[in-house]
């Protein structure tokens, strides 16, 4: 995992709101569309920037990919910031 592509996944709140959504469980990219009015190619860019975080895990079911979300890799990334706390006290 990256740090930074971590922070940088997360600095969008449409990147935000899918890992809200993926909080209920795991979601088709149709499914998720639903709940945006971005064209198809953009949010192929946010769902990309999640999977390249590592904030995502992909699963294909024949023609629909299924996006589930990777708690461990947030629970790290916390972990990490608050970590730097740490240091400054």
Excluded: C, W
């Amino acid at each position: 995992m990256g740090i930074n592509a971590v922070f940088e996944a997360l600095s969008h709140p449409a990147r935000r709101k899918v890992l809200a959504l993926l909080k209920q469980g795991p979601m088709s990219a149709g499914e998720l569309a639903e709940h945006f009015e971005f064209s198809k190619p953009t949010l192929s860019v946010h769902f990309n920037k999640l999977k390249d975080a590592e904030l995502v895990a992909v699963e294909r079911r024949g023609t629909s990919i299924i996006y589930h979300l990777n708690t461990s890799i947030l629970e790290g990334a916390l972990a990490n910031l608050l970590s730097l706390k740490e240091h400054d006290e």
